[in-house]
């Protein structure tokens, strides 16, 4: 198998044992809280966020280091990651109560579920070791009533996260079909493939997606030495990275994509409760044909770009469909923004200017941290994930985050990959992907190995904004 040892990362994880928890990276730091921003007060921040639904013809947001993917495969990572359900707001979390129904590795236990014999509804009963998709093979597997059939139900939220999910599926199909053909069917086939496919997709993560997001010298240095490790048995679920950190990605959302040729749509409509058609990507329901993606428009050197990393939200999150939030939340639970604050503070986060302190990082100033668009929008100390926002948009240049952001995110990211004893970086730290091109494996050539496409990739050491 080109050099690929498929038998040394058969290393029991531990599933059945012990439930995923959350835990802290800084313990020991004050939580915001000591300030007491009470809800109004957070409203009126998430409130200041609103960036609007700029029309596809608006350049000024456009991020020139991440392509329109890279939201959905950000999307899809947390979905690997982290799923916390006890999402109540304006209540006090109690963190060991609380249980991540994700493992916290990069697992893809999102499209695995819990595999073949204890979930084989996700399999193809006519393909030994393949996952099931639609009859057509352009959509997930689907129940009676339209949801998809899948290991992470968030996965369906949006069509284009959804289609990546299938994007997915599809590869570890191609590869159990290709790169193990001289394999029997059974056990052992499965595991090979799923071992290959979790390292290709770990290795993408660590040396594509990772320097895109906190720049390639931050990356190569949490790669040397992370500055976090797990003291506990098993990893855990920091909540600086879930509550805050991780979240940037909400302000890379576009209120709308181009999804191929002459097509596009809406992400939501601007009703929470519009009925279903073919203007927007509302997910938890079979994908239309118009709705389909073609990923030459999303990764690759002519895909359309992504938003950039800033404080100011599409206006499509800040008024959350029925489907992504029970048909009863009140409006004010509707914003995406506004439920963020509010989870940090249910959470103890400490303020951002707090961590940037303990990191021996520069703190944002009161003026930088605060204006938007000429107005003073909130005062002193900030919630975490505002600060890491604000952070990206006057240090990283709105392209990518910056100190603290990119401090927790490159931890995490390396600290999750160190503590599991089946990744690539545990089992064979010198691991070369051979799907791809000259060594290096990225979605680019993810898309094009499985589904046969020739987009161009772009060069991850000449992205604007290192
Ligand atoms: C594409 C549109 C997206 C929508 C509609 C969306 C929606 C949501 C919602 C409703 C929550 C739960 C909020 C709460 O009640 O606390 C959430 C959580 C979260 N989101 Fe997103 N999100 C999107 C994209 C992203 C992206 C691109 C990223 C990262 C790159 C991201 C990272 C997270 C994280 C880390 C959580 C916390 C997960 C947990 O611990 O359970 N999301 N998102």
């Not at 290795?203 to 992370?226: I, S, T």
């Not at 279903?276 to 994908?287: N, T």
Request: glycine fraction near 10%.
């Amino acid at each position: 198998m080109h050099g690929f040892d498929y038998a040394s990362a058969h290393v029991p994880r531990g599933r059945f044992n012990t439930p995923g928890r959350f835990g802290r990276m800084f313990p020991w730091l004050r939580s915001l809280k000591a300030f007491d921003p009470g809800p109004d007060e957070l409203g009126k921040v998430g409130g200041a966020m609103d960036g609007g639904n700029p029309p596809p013809t608006d350049t000024t947001h456009n991020n020139d280091r991440m392509k329109a993917g890279y939201t959905f495969l950000g999307q899809f990572v947390d979905h690997d990651l982290t799923l916390d359900t006890t999402s109540i707001l304006e209540r006090q979390v109690d963190l060991n109560a609380t249980t991540n129904f994700r493992t916290p590795a990069f697992e893809l236990d999102s499209v695995y579920g819990l595999g073949p014999a204890v979930q084989p509804y996700l399999y193809d009963q006519d393909r030994p070791g393949q996952l099931l998709v639609s009859a057509s093979g352009s959509d997930l597997q689907r129940n009676a009533q339209g949801r998809a059939i899948m290991g992470d139900p968030r996965n369906d939220e949006n069509t284009i996260v959804s289609q990546l999910h299938l994007l997915f599926v599809k590869f570890h199909n191609k590869v159990y079909e290709t790169e193990f053909a001289d394999m029997p069917h059974g056990k052992a086939r499965f595991e090979a493939a799923q071992t290959f496919v979790r390292w290709h997709y770990q290795w993408l993560v660590m040396n594509e997606f990772l320097p895109r997001l906190v720049g390639r010298q931050r990356a190569a240095a949490a790669m040397d030495d992370p500055g976090f490790e797990f003291e506990t048995e098993h990893a855990y679920m920091p909540v600086e990275f879930s509550a805050a950190a991780y979240r940037f990605g909400h302000s890379q959302v576009r209120p709308g994509y181009a999804l191929g040729q002459g097509r596009g749509a809406a992400l939501f409509p601007g009703d929470p409760d519009a009925p279903f058609g073919a203007l927007d990507l509302r997910g938890f329901r079979p994908v239309l044909p118009e709705l389909e993606v073609d990923w030459a428009f999303f990764f690759g050197t002519t895909a359309q770009p992504g938003k950039k990393v800033d404080t100011l939200i599409s206006t499509v999150l800040l008024q959350l469909p029925t489907g992504v939030v029970p048909k009863e939340e009140p409006n004010r639970h509707r914003s995406l923004a506004t439920r963020n604050l509010q989870r940090g503070l249910d959470m103890n986060l400490p303020s951002g200017q707090t961590v940037a302190c303990h990191l021996g990082l520069p703190v944002l100033g009161e003026t930088e941290l605060w204006t938007t668009n000429g107005a003073t929008v909130g005062r002193g100390p900030a919630p975490l994930w505002f600060y890491i926002l604000r952070e990206a948009e006057v240090r990283g240049g709105g392209r990518r985050l910056d100190g603290v952001g990119a401090e927790i995110v490159a931890r995490t990211f390396v600290a999750l990959m160190l503590k599991d004893k089946a990744s690539y970086l545990v089992q064979e730290p010198g691991f070369v992907p051979t799907l791809g091109t000259g060594g290096r494996f990225t979605m680019t050539d993810m898309v094009n190995y499985t589904l046969g496409a020739s987009l161009v990739s772009e060069d991850v050491a000449t992205l604007p904004g290192d």
